[in-house]
């Protein structure tokens, strides 16, 4: 893509020196044959893409303008030499190189500030290269084969880090992440003793993804650390232990709880093929590693979500299907009604008809943070506190199980409004949270506070996003102004409150009803 102001031509030739660039990797060298520059014109569309590249001018503009490049299964074992020219380049993807094993070369684009580099060869990354030397702020080193995370081999600038699906089990000079708020290190077979030091040294961390590794305990690290908001640790042994447990719990029909919740457990289908479901083909969603499509069970519209793949950033198939089981009695989440595990993993999710996500997933910009639209996402205040409580009150419930959500944003917090609005105001008529990808089970005796006050510190977050999405108008009625300031004060305390100080969500959700009781009194 050429850089705004290059005019259609630019843009044109851009286009044609990504292509060449994408297409040099394939092509075998050939020696240039030595002639005027005129034959050399004459020729130069027979010659190979590779040849093509080695003719052109360092500083041509083709390179000179591209921002973003996608050299993605190109087939390369090395960067291409032009690469050297693109100097506004921006956002590189090199995915699917397997044979590319080397970076060098990537710290002579002074711009670069995104690198996507997953299903490669970079396995064995050398400390001080020249990626250590880029001035990324983003970088994917999926699926590398990487054992070892060496803070040396890479920069000291980034902020979003992404090498899942690794096998990495050993961490060095954790102090170089120091900036990463985001941290995606689910899929490798890191233990607690390796991944205690990173935690306290990424003093910037806010996301951490570590799913599926080798974690026996939780980290204490955790639970001293003054940022971490959002945790991934299902598939993990700790959680494992946990998740069994609650579910042998919840499968014993003498015990009190499980009696009490039986009305809202899922039932448990023998296959997809059950007389009772029908699967659709409308497609509502994909997401990681599953597909969302419409269908009917015992005659009533509902969602049915198959699973296509066993792993997912956040965790793994297995361990979202069975919170679904165990969430099923909730009234604040998007209720799992039925589940089957033939011919493949699914779950049978209540419709909410017209939903929307209350935010959108961050972007590279807001790394963690969701990314808003004022307008089209706008609020009344009166809704904020409404999403704030039914959010709140989610938790409460999941919490009170030893169950942590993990991922709770509100573009993970789905909303439907009255049709026709009233008023000429849209007004919000249902409330659930949902996205269970991330949940994990703990233990509610040992290190469970630790990741209650993670879950309150992501709320904090969620509040905050709520008040951007508030209208702001200078006549604002008193029960709006109390509103505003009681939730901002709220989001103060759950984003800064010392461990031992921070609410829990029962504490949260009653000061939320005292802050709506007030309102309607004012």
Not at 185 to 212: F, G, K, W, Y
Request: contains cysteine; glycine residues 8%; hydrophobic residues 45%.
């Amino acid at each position: 893509h050429g850089a705004p102001g290059t005019g259609q031509r630019a843009t044109a030739a851009a286009k044609s020196a990504a292509a060449l660039l994408h297409r040099a990797s394939r092509a075998e060298p050939v020696e240039p044959r030595r002639m005027s520059a005129e034959a050399e014109d004459d020729a130069l569309d027979s010659w190979t893409p590779a040849l093509r590249l080695l003719r052109l001018e360092p500083g041509l503009r083709e390179f000179s303008a591209l921002e973003r490049l996608d050299l993605r299964d190109a087939g390369l074992v090395q960067l291409p030499l032009a690469l050297a020219a693109c100097v506004q380049l921006v956002q590189l993807d090199l995915g699917g190189n397997r044979a590319l094993d080397s970076l060098d070369g990537i710290d002579r684009l002074p711009r670069l500030r995104i690198l996507f580099a997953s299903g490669c060869g970079l396995a064995d990354l050398p400390p001080h290269g020249p990626l250590s030397r880029a001035q990324l702020s983003m970088l994917a080193l999926k699926a590398n084969g990487m054992t070892l995370l060496d803070g040396d081999a890479l920069p000291a600038t980034l902020v979003w880090f992404i090498a899942a699906n690794n096998a990495i089990r050993a961490v060095r000079a954790p102090h170089r992440l120091q900036k990463v708020r985001k941290l995606m290190l689910s899929h490798n077979a890191l233990t607690t003793e390796a991944l205690e030091p990173l935690i306290d040294a990424a003093s910037s961390l806010e996301m951490l993804r570590v799913a599926c590794n080798k974690l026996e305990t939780l980290p204490a690290a955790i639970g001293r650390h003054p940022k971490l908001a959002w945790l991934a640790i299902g598939g993990n042994p700790y959680a494992q232990r946990q998740l069994e447990a609650r579910c042998a719990r919840a499968q014993d029909s003498a015990a009190s709880e499980a009696a009490s919740e039986a009305e809202g457990a899922p039932l448990l289908l023998a296959s997809s093929e059950s007389p009772e479901l029908a699967i659709g083909e409308e497609v509502l969603g994909r997401g990681s590693g599953a597909t969302v499509v419409i269908g009917s069970l015992r005659g009533l519209p509902v969602a049915v979500k198959l699973w296509t793949a066993a792993h997912f950033s956040d965790g793994d198939a297995r361990g979202e299907w069975e919170m679904g089981r165990l969430t099923g009695a909730c009234t604040h989440v998007v209720r799992t009604l039925a589940v089957f595990q033939a011919p493949q993993l699914g779950m049978v999710l209540e419709l909410l008809d017209g939903a929307s996500a209350a935010g959108g997933p961050p972007s590279f910009d807001s790394v963690t943070r969701d990314a808003l639209d004022t307008t089209a996402q706008a609020l009344a205040l009166a809704d904020a506190l409404r999403v704030a409580r039914e959010v709140g009150s989610a938790l409460a419930w999941l919490h009170s199980r030893g169950l942590m959500h993990g991922d709770i944003y509100l573009h993970n917090t789905l909303l439907c409004f009255e049709h026709p609005p009233p008023a000429g105001e849209r007004r919000v008529s249902a409330v659930r949270l949902s996205d269970f990808g991330a949940a994990a089970c703990y233990s509610k005796t040992d290190d469970g506070h630790a990741l209650e006050r993670v879950e309150v510190r992501s709320f904090g977050y969620l509040l905050d996003d709520l008040a951007i999405l508030c209208r702001s108008t200078e006549s604002a009625s008193a029960p709006d102004v109390h509103i505003r300031n009681a939730l901002a004060a709220l989001a103060e305390r759950c984003c800064t409150a010392e461990s031992e100080q921070a609410p829990g969500f029962a504490q949260i959700v009653d000061e939320l009803e005292a802050i709506g009781a007030v309102s309607l009194a004012l």
